[in-house]
């Protein structure tokens, strides 16, 4: 028997459904249905008792069921071996906004690079799915090793058409009125709270805070055409029609370097830092 067929007697099993299991298998119901049969001939046995409302597994199946997921599991602990034994980029997850100079090092150490929210990135990390996370300070990072690799002030980002765009530097009380153009809070739930109490503790509580799109090619389009509207982000590189203002007393943004100190990799991250 074949590994994929067993792969794809599990999917359809555990899916219940020949539609939703190719989706998931990432190929098409027709071919998944075609190799679901070949099987059965193989075996000589019905598999599934095929309906309009899915695909149910017979005796014939569940009896094969539990040695095809131990076959499977077997083959990926096999293969997870001979991986470990071969020396593999690290892939780390980075934000939006994540520091330039932190981002040239994992470049220079030719690291796989996954632009993330600091969400997924949590996600994935206490999965074993990602080997390392730079991410904006403070996350739910417990049971987590934390490197801060970056400490940043925040400035202000206007439209280069807004009346603040005239003035050399900005304070809090000029903000008085404004909207605050920020992501989505799901995305970065600690650093979006954090941000908005270093505003509050300042005196500045927005007129609204607005839900921008994460990708910085959409955010800077909607902080150039809005009124009334700012941005509070560590300086980048300037875009076309927007204008960085520095910011009296500002709070700072802290980026870290965060993994799981029992990964396998734990040492080689380590390093990085």
Known sequence: MELRRLRYLCAVAEEGHLTRAAERLGIRASSLSQQIIALERELDATLFVRTQAGMTPTAAALALLPHARRILEEAELGARAVRDTVSRPLRIGVTPGAPPAVLSTLYAEAVEIDDL?????????????????????????????????????????VSGAHSLARLDEVGWDDLAGLD??????????????????????AGWRPAHVRAGPPRRSLFVAELRHGDDVVAVRPREEPAEGLCWLPLREPPVVRHALVWDPAHDSSDRIAALV
Not at 130 to 155: I, T, W
């Open 117 to 157: 929210s600091a969400a997924r990135q949590l996600e994935l990390l206490r999965r074993g799915a990602l080997d390392a996370g730079l991410l904006a300070l403070p996350e739910d990072v417990d049971g987590l090793r934390v490197a801060v690799v970056s400490e940043r002030p925040l400035d202000v980002l």
């Open 180 to 201: 605050l153009l920020l992501y989505e809070r799901k995305l970065a739930p600690g650093y979006h709270d954090r941000l908005l109490a270093d505003c509050a503790a």
